[in-house]
């Protein structure tokens, strides 16, 4: 990224990744293997690994927030929404 912190940047990142988590576990039982693409998306965005990866990243905007002040705060709330 050109602009933006640490904070903002993992506030997009969580959200994204935390969504596509949610979203990849919800369709895995249903989702066609024979669909490649789809398949292989689904896969990614699901399983242990991938619970660990969100995990990870949430606990690195986790402990971002505790070292920002409270402008750096708005500057994430602002790029999550």
């Known amino acids: 990224s050109y ?3 640490l904070g903002e940047i ?3 990142l969580v959200v ?4 596509y988590q949610s979203w990849g576990e919800k369709v895995l039982p249903i989702t066609n293997r024979d669909d490649f693409l789809t398949y ?3 896969d990614l965005h699901s399983g ?6 969100v995990s990870y990243l949430r606990g690195l ?20 929404l």
């Open 3 to 5: 602009e933006g912190t």
């Open 10 to 12: 993992l506030s997009v």
């Open 16 to 19: 994204a990744e935390w969504s």
């Open 40 to 42: 292989e998306w689904v």
């Open 48 to 53: 242990d690994y991938f619970r660990d990866v």
């Open 61 to 80: 905007l986790d402990k971002e927030g505790t070292l920002i002040d409270d402008e750096g705060k708005e500057k994430c709330k602002a790029a999550f």
